[in-house]
């Protein structure tokens, strides 16, 4: 994920379909077509995947909280939320996927991980606050 994430322009120009980054690093060559939509498919699949893994487990009872499983968490947070935010991005990701539900998820998850681990809070409460997540 976060190295598909570099590539995704920062605020996608509305309604015009991905193709590529929009601020530095441009790159030099365009590439083939569908492939940005193959791109942001692999990326938004991930980030749903990861999140259901989490869900899962959390739901088993499986403690990971560990600061390499809290940046995959803050990761697809911030993916999902970017394709809830885009959905024109991908817009065939954005039918199949749950993006808003998967945020909260994940949203959920880092606030637990908050709790457990000061590095949570500077990743859930700074970043964050101001955009998705009310103080409880």
Known sequence: MVLYREYLPFVPEPFINMAGPTELPLLIKQAPREWWTRYTTTLFNASAQATAILSELTDAGVSLLSPVIGYCAFTAASM??????????????????????????????????????PLGRQWVYKPLSPVALPHH
């Open 80 to 117: 999902n939320l970017y394709l809830a935010a885009f959905p024109w991005v991908d817009p065939a990701s954005s039918q199949k996927i749950d993006a808003a539900a998967l945020s909260q998820k994940n949203l959920d998850w880092l606030r637990n991980f908050a709790r457990a681990c």
